[in-house]
Every structure is written in structure tokens, then in C-alpha cells.
């Protein structure tokens, strides 16, 4: 069973950044795969961004150049800079983890506008 805790959603600034966390337990975390993905209202779940256990990434293409995840498994976290933020990524984001299951944290809101 692993647990997700994200935090750093808010209200920014079109253009702005914001730098999402998400806070794993369990002793494990470096085997799982993690990733971000966003819901927007009236809209399906959609992938933002993946990182293996190894490190390699992915990334949806309206981010990809926008978005940065990484990973410290010393610290069993999961993070993602947002930069150069638009409107359409406004969002309810989650953290998930995969190892022959899945697993969701509640979601952290960001809120892009002027």
C-alpha cells in the first residue's frame, strides 16, 4: 500500500511557475513508476508526466518544454516545475504510483489567471 501526499497547487499568474510535490511512503518507492496527471473540469484525466524507476521521463506534448519532473527516491518524493504556465492548464493535479497497481493521491488544484 503506498500512500500520496501532494502539495504546491495554488493561483498563479499566466506565465507564471509553480512547483508541484508529492510525498510517497512506504520503502519501496524507487521500484514504482511516477507520474502526474491533470483533470480539468468536464474534462477525462489525462497524463502530464512520467518517471521510471530509472529515471527516464516522458511528458505530454503540451507540456513537453513547459514541464519538469523529477524524483529524489532518498526522500521518496515526485515533484514538477511548471513553467511558462497557460490558462488551459488550469487543473486538479494528481500523483500517482505504478507497480502492478495504481495508486492516486487526492489531487492539489492549480489555478492559471490574471
Known amino acids: 500500500q503506498v500512500q500520496l501526499v501532494e502539495s504546491g497547487g495554488g493561483l498563479v499568474q499566466p506565465g507564471g511557475s509553480l512547483r508541484l510535490s508529492c510525498a510517497a511512503s512506504?520503502?519501496?518507492?524507487?521500484?514504482?513508476?511516477m507520474g502526474w496527471y491533470r483533470q480539468a473540469p468536464g474534462k477525462q484525466r489525462e497524463l502530464v508526466a512520467v518517471i521510471t524507476s530509472g529515471g527516464s521521463t516522458n511528458y505530454a506534448d503540451f507540456v513537453r518544454g513547459r514541464f519538469t519532473i523529477s524524483r529524489d527516491n532518498a526522500k521518496n518524493t515526485v515533484d514538477l516545475q511548471m513553467n511558462s504556465l497557460k490558462p488551459e492548464d488550469t487543473a486538479v493535479y494528481y500523483c500517482n504510483a505504478r507497480w502492478f497497481e495504481d495508486y492516486w493521491g487526492q489531487g492539489t488544484q492549480v489555478i492559471v489567471s490574471s
Open positions: 512506504g520503502s519501496i518507492f524507487s521500484r514504482y513508476t
